[in-house]
T-cell receptor, first 113, second 118 residues
Framework: KQEVTQIPAALSVPEGENLVLNCSFT??????LQWFRQDPGKGLTSLLL?????REQTSGRLNASLDKSSGRSTLYIAASQPGDSATYLC????????????FGRGTQLTVWP | GAVVSQHPSWVICKSGTSVKIECRSL??????MFWYRQFPKQSLMLMAT?????????EQGVEKDKFLINHASLTLSTLTVTSAHPEDSSFYIC??????????????FGPGTRLTVL
């Protein structure tokens, strides 16, 4: 069974800091890994998707890396802003035809001005 | 592209009534749709997986007679909470994906439906 863990559970930082959110998974046989953002009471917004053959993906101030062999991924947020405040979830796809995702519990990020 | 909508966005109902939630993929055809529920400050819990034209696959512990799922077309799946009770109050989120070449692709999520059962 795939278990996904995210550390830290919560993070509160001043604006401008560079941040690292961590995600680990127990079964390295994954197809891809996705990072999502969830605002309170809202659905999920996909931020980055890393295929198992890739090492990292970048989008604007976000950079996600993947080390499949060690079962880890990190989401790096550069120059954080108050608008980045949200819960960040990582999820792994084992690549079955069903395509279900296994989610971590998320990191609740607060960026204060 | 890749927009998934849900309707309604919130619903309040009396205990014992049934509630239907719709999930639509607006600009693509989804071979598979997923239904999740999320309790406050918890992650998403997968309830069931539905493929168009076939019966849904429910996760262990999810009552299929209570949570009826219909995936009648490649763009629409519905979740009906039958005889809802206060413990069914939760945030329900659907997602949709396309399967190409026998492998799954990126999953896109709806905005969620907040169900409150009085």
């Amino acid at each position: 069974k795939q278990e996904v863990t995210q550390i830290p559970a919560a993070l509160s930082v001043p604006e401008g800091e560079n941040l690292v959110l961590n995600c680990s998974f127990t079964d390295s046989a994954i197809y891809n890994l996705q990072w999502f953002r969830q605002d309170p009471g809202k659905g999920l917004t996909s931020l980055l998707l890393i295929q198992s053959s890739q090492r990292e993906q970048t989008s604007g101030r976000l950079n996600a890396s993947l080390d499949k062999s060690s079962g880890r991924s990190t989401l790096y947020i550069a120059a954080s802003q108050p608008g980045d405040s949200a819960t960040y979830l990582c999820a792994v796809d084992r690549g079955s035809t069903l395509g279900r995702l296994y989610f971590g519990r998320g990191t609740q990020l607060t960026v204060w001005p | 592209g890749a927009v998934v909508s849900q309707h309604p966005s919130w619903v309040i109902c009396k205990s014992g009534t049934s509630v239907k939630i719709e999930c639509r993929s607006l600009d693509f055809q989804a071979t598979t749709m997923f239904w999740y529920r999320q309790f406050p400050k918890q992650s998403l819990m997968l309830m069931a997986t539905s493929n168009e034209g076939s019966k849904a696959t429910y996760e262990q512990g999810v009552e299929k007679d209570k949570f009826l799922i219909n995936h009648a077309s490649l763009t629409l799946s519905t979740l009906t909470v039958t005889s809802a009770h206060p413990e069914d109050s939760s945030f329900y989120i659907c997602s949709a994906r396309v399967v190409r070449g026998g492998r799954s692709t990126e999953q896109f999520f709806g905005p969620g439906t907040r169900l409150t059962v009085l």
